[in-house]
Nanobody, 118 residues
Framework: VQLQASGGGLVQAGGSLRLSCAAS????????MGWYRQAPGNQRELVAD???????NNADSVKGRFTISRDNAKNTGFLQMNNLKPEDTGVYYC?????????????WGQGTLVTVSS
């Protein structure tokens, strides 16, 4: 299983970015996918996730600004980030949770850096 995250970069406050997570070896539409971020000196935190059934959940800090989605045909997940704030700065990781024979597997992408300047 490989998850390739991309789309990070440097953006001014108020700007937008769209992160992508291309998956291989696993079908994202059948499993839960999440986006996490880790700021320097902080623990990794959940930003948003989407279940296999399409139910989404956002952290309070990003509600109304970030949208998680996926394209099953492309086997890719996305995180649309609007109205970015300096506190959104961090490395963003995509994650897929799969269950096989009642065993939970967690797969991680390599991370993509988002820097929001004030």
């Amino acid at each position: 299983v490989q998850l390739q995250a991309s789309g990070g970069g440097l953006v001014q406050a108020g700007g937008s970015l769209r992160l992508s997570c291309a998956a291989s070896g696993i079908i994202v539409g059948y499993n839960s996918m999440g986006w996490y971020r880790q700021a320097p000196g902080n623990q990794r935190e959940l930003v948003a996730d989407i279940t296999g059934g399409g139910i989404t959940n956002n952290a309070d800090s990003v509600k109304g600004r970030f949208t998680i989605s996926r394209d099953n045909a492309k086997n890719t997940g996305f995180l649309q980030m609007n109205n970015l704030k300096p506190e959104d700065t961090g490395v963003y990781y995509c994650n897929v949770i799969a269950f096989r024979r009642n065993v939970k597997y967690a797969y991680w992408g390599q991370g993509t850096l988002v820097t929001v300047s004030s």
